[in-house]
């Protein structure tokens, strides 16, 4: 099930320390972080909800999603807006790095033992600059966000 | 321009054919208009959509649209007569036509209707059609005579110095008669309004007159006189007939009961028409058909519409949306010091109101796309049930918001479903009780105080409340003994699993039907109200808001966090003294509303205001602890107390911190991004720019009043 990347651009970006990458046709746009409300019920890696121009946008905090700690709040977070299935989320990243246009060939996949939790959201790995980059799989952090909320 | 979209427009010019075709048959049924020019308008439609069909390869909606539309033609030609039976004919030609098109649209399996195909074909041939099994308007034109016409004046009549009186003689001198004078709708003396019109008559139609004939005479009082013509029942073993002298018909009185506030529509009960003497009535003019068509003005009236994508209005919606949260927010920030700052802010303010009121007019729409698929489904039913409906239809133009269209049809065919089923008698029941054979169901919708309001009455039995309590009981929805007045009986029918149907039936019974209803209207902000006069009908009203994405809230503080409450749910905000609260020994807190703040003891001024206010101890729900706000007030005495209720769940006090302030917010949604989350029925921007949930009352509510040591989890209904 693994994405053909050759020919498309993908963003890197940093969190906890690691660098990942994403499709860069599903970001909406970058921006500064802001307070979010805090929802009531939620999983804890859901931040809350900011207003993006009008719109009520939840925005995640991905470290803790991916299993790496929380990344608590800090001013110089920056969000993410991506587009999954329709929505739009806010992911909040430590910072982001630079946009890439890997050759599908160099996409190894994630073996579990080095992978984790975190695991079932990569698609692969990729070397970018010297720099170990690992591809997140927008369509797995659609499909577990509605399910953990009907716990 | 994909094929996706050529299609999905062919579909909605099929649509608009298909209501076009509608509204010509109404017409033709009505005698109102030219007949060639109707049959015309029918043959249009159909050919219309035949073309567009042909295009897209849909064969059996072409091939049914062609034998249609063969027939018309023999109609509009003159080489078929224009006949009642025909007509009949063409109208169910036209929803088998509906049915086609819905499954061409679906994929579905195209309808089979051989009948009515063979009957078509013979039309074409030139045989004339027998009505066999419609229920429509009057079999044959041998059955003129008995017909009745009614003529019903509205207070405009008598207001441009016309005078109804010489129309009804000269109905008279045509041979109409006798005249039957319906006083039901007189209010007492005291209600009277001197310019008002309270009466209507009826006059039997001898034998040979047209219905063209007698519009005819009403032609230059258009809206003002509704004349409309009703089918006689079936004989009976009527009296003879006793011979009508002319010119002096018989006025008889019927006796109205005691007049209603209520739209109750009363008709006669009395003997049925005699049908007058042919021989002694003057020979009659059948004058040419009318020239002016007031069906055909009403469409060729034609608006410039434009047809726009949604989410582009959508789009427009939500900026202007934001630009009043802007402004609203430059507002609060800006030091104004000055007039003419402060001038021109009044000014913003102003320009920015006005705009938003014009862009939520883009998304109100008539709610005549509604009641549009209401005579179809009459129809149906009258097959169904086998009994006779007249339906009277009124504030098609009405302009509600375009959520309330898409979410109101389900309610409202629900409604019109019991009425038939349930409210109607059949034809013989209600001769036996004195009512016309057929029954009335009026819809109607309008515009009041700021809401709107729509109402579906009917003539029927009304609701039996003996029925409904016995039901009630069986279904342990109350207890045997429980006292109730008439009209907490006749909200029994909106408990969840109620049904009256002995036979579960097809249409209606199933006993989710009003319950669902209550709970579709209640998503839209309204209301639903019933009322019923046993024997004379039930009348059930809609009381919507005109707008859903405004609403009035209270901006409330808890903890750090601000959280809004609709105002519409709030009974009372009070600071509470230690002696109101009383506390429960699961450690949750009851609030005493029988006691003032300043009363230690109830006294009589309180106790006035607790018999209003119902129950005497209300829950108290923290909210910091229902929503995990760690810095939120717990105590009570320390925080104000928000009573609120729901008209499902009761009432209870919410704790927050304070109350800050009411204003008007836009609602947003919250599973537009994310997910319904407990508690929360959906969030607004606030001044400041950040986001505001705004509290799921009824959740709230129902967490303290399901009565149970355990949280229950908490539902929520969400909002636009």
Not at chain 1, 120 to 128: D, K, N, R
Not at chain 2, 139 to 156: D, K, L
Request: proline share 7%; net charge negative.
């Amino acid at each position: 099930m693994q994405q053909d990347y050759s020919g498309q651009q993908l963003i890197v970006f940093r969190v906890a320390g690691r660098d990942l990458a994403l499709d860069l046709m599903a970001v909406r746009e970058i921006r500064a972080s802001t307070p979010a409300t805090p929802l009531p019920h939620v999983p804890s890696h859901v931040r809350g909800v900011i207003n993006l121009r009008g719109a009520v946008l939840p925005v995640i905090d991905l470290s803790e999603r991916l299993g790496w700690g929380a990344a608590g709040d800090n001013a110089r977070q920056v969000i993410i807006v991506v587009q999954i299935a329709g929505r739009l989320q806010g992911l909040i990243v430590e910072s982001v790095s630079d946009i890439v246009r890997p050759d599908s060939a160099e996409l190894q996949p994630v073996p579990d033992v080095a992978a984790g939790e975190a695991g079932a959201f990569l698609e692969g790995i990729l070397a970018v600059d010297d720099r170990m980059v690992l591809v997140l799989s927008l369509a797995q952090l659609a499909v577990e966000l509605p399910q953990q909320l009907a716990a | 321009m994909s094929l996706d979209l050529v299609r999905a427009t062919f579909f909605e010019e099929c649509d608009e054919c298909l209501a076009a075709a509608e509204e010509a048959l109404a017409g033709l049924r009505d005698g109102a208009g030219d007949t060639s020019d109707l049959v015309n308008r029918v043959f249009r439609a159909v050919h219309s959509i035949k073309g567009g069909a042909g295009a897209f390869g849909y064969d059996a909606l072409v091939h049914f649209a062609h034998r249609f539309e063969t027939a018309l033609d023999r109609l509009r030609d003159g080489r078929a007569e224009a006949s009642d039976a025909a007509m009949a004919l063409m109208q169910r030609s036209r929803d088998v036509l509906d049915d086609h098109v819905r499954a061409a649209r679906t994929g579905d399996v195209a309808p089979v209707a051989p009948e009515i195909e063979s009957a078509l074909d013979q039309m074409a041939d030139g045989v004339v059609p027998t009505d066999t099994q419609a229920p429509g308007p009057g079999p044959g034109q041998e059955a003129a005579a008995g017909r009745t016409v009614r003529v019903v004046p509205s207070p405009a009549a008598l207001q441009n110095g016309g005078e109804p009186l010489y129309l009804l003689r000269e109905l008279v001198r045509m041979g109409c008669g006798p005249v039957r004078l319906d006083t039901s709708e007189l209010p007492p003396l005291a209600d009277l309004d001197p310019a008002g019109a309270y009466l209507s008559w009826d006059l039997c139609m001898p034998a040979g007159l047209d219905e063209s004939a007698v519009r005819e005479v009403f032609e230059f009082s258009g809206d003002e006189i509704a004349v409309r013509f009703v089918a006689p029942p079936p004989p009976p073993s009527a009296p003879h007939p006793e011979p009508v002298t002319m010119p002096q018909p018989a006025v008889e009185h019927s006796a109205g009961a005691k007049p209603q506030p209520q739209p109750q529509p009363q008709l006669l009960p009395d003997a049925p028409p005699e049908p007058a003497h042919g021989a002694e009535i003057v020979p009659l003019r059948r004058g040419p058909e009318p020239a002016a068509a007031p069906a055909g003005a009403a469409t060729a009236q034609s608006q410039r519409v434009v047809r726009v994508d949604l989410n582009r209005v959508d789009r427009v919606v939500n900026l202007v949306g934001e630009l009043v949260i802007n402004q609203a927010m430059l507002a609060q920030r800006l030091d104004v010091t000055s007039d003419d700052v402060a001038e021109a802010m009044v000014s913003l303010d102003q320009l920015t109101r006005e705009l938003q009121d014009a862009v939520m007019a883009m998304r109100a729409q008539p709610i005549r796309t509604v009641f549009e698929r209401v005579p179809r489904l009459v129809r149906e039913l009258e097959t169904e049930t086998g009994k006779r409906v007249s339906l009277e239809v009124s504030g098609e133009a009405t302009e509600v918001d375009k959520t309330v269209v898409e979410r109101i049809g389900e309610p409202i065919t629900h409604i019109i479903r019991n009425a038939v089923d349930h409210g109607l008698e059949p034809p013989d029941d209600r001769i036996k009780a004195g009512k016309p054979a057929t029954g009335i169901i009026r819809l109607c919708a309008e515009h009041r105080g700021g809401r709107i309001l729509i109402t579906v009455s009917d003539d029927g039995r009304g609701l039996d409340r003996a029925r409904i309590l016995a039901k009630a009981v069986e279904r342990g929805i109350v207890s045997p003994d429980a006292n109730l007045s008439d009209e907490e009986i006749e909200q029994l029918i909106f408990a969840p699993g109620f049904s009256t149907a002995s036979a579960v039936s097809n249409i209606s019974g199933r006993g989710v039907g009003m319950d669902v209803v209550r709970q579709s209207v209640q998503a839209l902000g309204g209301r639903v109200l019933v009322s019923s006069r046993p024997g004379h009908g039930t009348s059930i009203s809609l009381i919507l808001p005109l707008t859903l994405a405004i609403m009035d809230g209270m901006v409330v503080a808890v903890g750090q966090s601000t959280y809004v409450i609709p105002v519409n749910a709030i009974f009372e905000i009070i600071k509470p003294a230690p002696h109101q609260l009383c506390p429960v020994s699961s450690g949750g807190m009851m609030l005493d509303v029988r006691r003032d703040r300043d009363d230690a003891h109830p006294g009589q001024r309180s106790n006035e205001r607790a018999s209003r206010a119902g129950q005497r101890y209300v829950p108290i729900v923290q909210v910091a602890g229902a929503l995990g706000v760690p810095d939120g007030i717990r105590t009570p005495e320390e925080g104000v107390l928000v009573i609120v209720e729901s008209q499902r769940v009761g009432r209870a006090a919410l704790l927050v911190d304070e109350v800050r302030d009411q204003r008007q917010i836009v609602i947003k949604s919250l599973e537009t991004n994310f997910a319904s989350v407990a508690g929360v029925a959906g969030a607004t921007i606030m001044g400041d720019g950040s986001v505001g949930l705004i509290l799921d009352v009824e959740a709230l509510i129902a967490s303290v009043t399901a009565a149970s040591a355990a949280p229950v989890p908490l539902r929520r209904e969400a909002i636009g």
